[in-house]
């Protein structure tokens, strides 16, 4: 069987604010193509490490590499590996004061990394892509919370990453809205993306994830299929929270 890269890989990771220790050692390998889906209550540290990942938190000891890059090494090269990273953010994180359009063009615009011609073109086509070509002209405040999120995710394909991570990206979401988002995200796994995505829609995980991953006090108790963690959880932390949620 061939071996499949490894995208992500988290070895014995270990974060505090001052005295609270959030991540209490967290380990776990993502490969490419691989979905990932994280659950786990409120305060478990989901949020921290997905944001690790990127270093948009500093660790304090452990190991994150992302395609081969050490990120909490100072002499790696923090930029290039965001910019093969794309988040999503429950509360969208768009440019307020911008359009639909400017939104999708302005990481490229300012980094240089596409011309505007195609940086233009390309956004085109991602909002085509999500459902939004009609609104390439709206002021962001002119969209629903399902468009606004819509647009969050086109904004970061633009720059082409091959890594997404999305924070309870439909929790801020009127219940008609989640599932657009959803079926953009099932399309984006459908065409191969590396994902990690922190969510409590189970229906989505058990359709879409390869694996799920269950979170508690800052270490994973669980990760396995999601068909085993749903069914058949082992822990009794991830059985009392698996029914509050289903
Ligand atoms: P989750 O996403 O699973 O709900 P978080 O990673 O957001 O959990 O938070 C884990 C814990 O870390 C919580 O107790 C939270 O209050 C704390 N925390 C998160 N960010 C900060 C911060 N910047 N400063 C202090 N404490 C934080
Ligand atoms: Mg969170």
Aim: charged share 25%; aromatic share 6%.
């Amino acid at each position: 069987m061939e071996e499949k890269t490894v995208k992500i890989h988290a070895e014995d990771v270990h974060k505090s604010f001052g005295k609270h220790e959030v991540l209490k050692g967290i380990s776990l390998d993502v490969h490419e193509n691989e979905v990932v889906v994280m659950i786990g209550p409120s305060g478990s540290g989901k949020s921290t490490f997905l944001r690790s990942i990127n270093q948009l938190e500093a660790i304090n000891s452990g190991t994150i590499i992302v395609d081969g890059v050490n990120v909490a090494d100072p002499k790696s090269d923090i930029n290039a590996v965001r910019q093969r990273i794309g988040m999503v953010f429950q509360n969208f994180n768009l440019f307020n004061n911008k359009n639909v359009i400017e939104n999708i063009t302005y990481a490229p615009l300012t980094l240089k990394t596409m011309s505007p011609e195609d940086a233009y073109k390309k956004g085109l086509e991602l909002l085509e892509t999500v459902g939004l070509a009609e609104k390439e002209k709206s002021p962001v405040a002119q969209l629903s919370g399902g468009q606004k999120q819509r647009l969050a995710i086109a904004r970061a394909l633009e720059m082409n990453p091959d890594i997404m991570l999305f924070d309870e990206p439909t929790s801020a979401l009127d219940p008609e809205m989640v599932g657009d988002v959803l079926n953009v995200m099932r399309d984006l796994a459908q065409k191969g993306m590396t994902m990690i995505i922190v969510t409590h829609e189970m229906g989505f995980a058990r359709q879409v994830a390869d694996r799920v991953v269950f979170f508690d006090d800052g270490v994973i108790l669980e990760d396995d299929a999601p068909e085993t963690i749903f069914n058949n959880p082992t822990s009794d932390r991830a059985k009392e929270f698996i029914n509050k949620i289903i």
